[in-house]
């Protein structure tokens, strides 16, 4: 079992900056390939950045490529999301998932555990 706590999130003007984390608990952490999903109100779930179990290889929705940026750290059981020039779509509950999978997926299905969200607003 892995227990997943989010935090960081918060109301950002456009253009600015928020990093948010996910700490983790339970089991090892290196075992897990981890995601980052976000849902805005009366959208569904998508994936918005991945990072595999080393921290080797990421992925990016097209959406924000080149302004997110996701990290691991095994050491302290957390990963980050580097959240630059932010857009008033970016609004949405942000959530951190794991997975025992090997490889970085987009799918929400591949994902075994899931944090309870933290909210990210940005104003226009």
């Given at each position: 079992?892995?227990?997943?706590?989010?935090?960081?999130?918060?109301?950002?003007?456009?253009?600015?900056?928020?990093?948010?984390?996910?700490?983790?608990?339970?089991?090892?952490?290196?075992?897990?390939?981890?995601?980052?999903?976000?849902?805005?109100?009366?959208?569904?779930?998508?994936?918005?950045?991945?990072?595999?179990?080393?921290?080797?290889?990421t992925s990016?929705?097209?959406?924000?490529?080149?302004?997110?940026?996701?990290s691991k750290?095994?050491?302290?059981?957390?990963?980050?999301?580097?959240?630059?020039?932010?857009?008033?779509?970016?609004?949405?509950?942000?959530?951190?998932?794991?997975?025992?999978?090997?490889?970085?997926?987009?799918?929400?299905?591949?994902?075994?555990?899931?944090?309870?969200?933290?909210?990210?607003?940005?104003?226009?």
């Amino acid at each position: 079992q892995v227990q997943l706590v989010e935090s960081g999130g918060g109301l950002v003007q456009a253009g600015g900056s928020l990093r948010l984390s996910c700490a983790a608990s339970g089991r090892t952490f290196t075992t897990f390939t981890m995601g980052w999903f976000r849902q805005a109100p009366g959208q569904e779930r998508e994936f918005v950045a991945g990072i595999s179990l080393w921290g080797v290889t990421t992925s990016y929705a097209d959406s924000v490529k080149g302004r997110f940026t996701i990290s691991k750290d095994n050491a302290k059981n957390t990963i980050y999301l580097q959240m630059n020039s932010l857009k008033p779509e970016d609004t949405a509950v942000y959530y951190c998932a794991a997975s025992r999978g090997q490889l970085v997926s987009r799918e929400q299905a591949d994902y075994d555990y899931w944090g309870q969200g933290t909210q990210v607003t940005v104003s226009s």
